[in-house]
């Protein structure tokens, strides 16, 4: 995991694609990259998925990016 997958999840065009980048990955990895990432990025990257695959990754994050991305999101986007 790494900047290629990065690249192709901000890239992607739709909820659908990203679940197809990222389905065979652990939410800890996908965890530790969004960790890696701007908390902008994070966000981006989290509202995009569809929920049952965000909210794994997200409970996964440090809690001070926690925090922010869901200052980013609003608590409406984060809760869902």
Known sequence: IGPDL?????????????????EEFHPEDLADLLDELEEEEAAAILKLLPDDLAAPIFERLERPAQSVIVEILGPTDAAT
């Open 6 to 22: 990065r690249r192709l999840l901000l890239e992607a065009a739709d909820p659908e694609q990203a679940r197809e980048l990222i």
